[in-house]
T-cell receptor, first 114, second 115 residues
Framework: DSGVTQTPKHLITATGQRVTLRCSPR?????VYWYQQSLDQGLQFLIQ???????AKGNILERFSAQQFPDLHSELNLSSLELGDSALYFC?????????????FGPGTRLLVL | DQQVKQNSPSLSVQEGRISILNCDYT??????FLWYKKYPAEGPTFLIS?????DKNEDGRFTVFLNKSAKHLSLHIVPSQPGDSAVYFC??????????????FGKGTHLIIQP
């Protein structure tokens, strides 16, 4: 158990819909990262938040957005969903003291868009 | 353009022998490298890491070697055990500008330990 929690575990929805994925980082970790794992692309970095502020952006679509709240939990919002958005979405957290740190991953949310 | 490459999608090793998983990278800005292990339907679990100032890091049965000039790292598992069967991801991070950034992952190597 990494200490990172994600809800829900599974999500089934239809094209055009909007969903919100939630992540609680490990106690004391200030950074939250979101990753997408699809069959053909492997694990892709989407976005990072540090202490409530956006810190780094990866391959995140404009239809996707995220935020980190004062209690440090984070939400990833996916809108106008397409079939190709079906994937595993992972959240990771780290302390982020400004150096080389390990990220710890949650169990993921499996999203299926029908 | 894949910046982190794991060229072997799968590897089969006999129990008790050494497993060697390889990883190559192209971005010379990467200075921190990690190996993650992943079981089906679970998140990646951190295994071992190495910073670019070292060429070797050891933790129990797991050793990671880094060859900066060749932009190559490898993970050695010895002796291999049945519970080591999983997908292993190599990941890299560049800290230029400070702070941890999103990791760049390879596509993974499925390690199968044969009894």
């Amino acid at each position: 158990d990494s200490g990172v929690t994600q809800t829900p575990k599974h999500l089934i929805t239809a094209t055009g819909q909007r969903v919100t994925l939630r992540c609680s980082p490990r106690s004391g970790d200030l950074s939250v990262y979101w990753y997408q794992q699809s069959l053909d692309q492997g694990l892709q970095f989407l976005i990072q938040y540090y202490n409530g502020e956006e810190r780094a952006k990866g391959n995140i679509l404009e239809r996707f957005s995220a935020q980190q709240f004062p209690d440090l939990h984070s939400e990833l919002n996916l809108s106008s969903l397409e079939l190709g958005d079906s994937a595993l979405y992972f959240c990771a957290s780290s302390v982020d003291r400004g150096g080389l740190e390990t990220q710890y991953f949650g169990p993921g949310t499996r999203l299926l868009v029908l | 353009d894949q910046q982190v490459k794991q060229n072997s999608p799968s590897l089969s090793v006999q129990e008790g022998r050494i497993s060697i998983l390889n990883c190559d990278y192209t971005n010379s800005m990467f200075d921190y490298f990690l190996w993650y292990k992943k079981y089906p339907a679970e998140g990646p679990t951190f295994l071992i890491s190495i910073s670019s100032i070292k060429d070797k890091n050891e933790d129990g049965r797991f050793t990671v070697f880094l060859n900066k000039s060749a932009k190559h790292l490898s993970l050695h598992i010895v002796p291999s055990q049945p519970g080591d069967s999983a997908v292993y991801f190599c990941a890299a991070s560049g800290t230029l500008g400070g702070g941890a950034d999103g990791l760049t992952f390879g596509k993974g190597t499925h390690l199968i330990i044969q009894p």
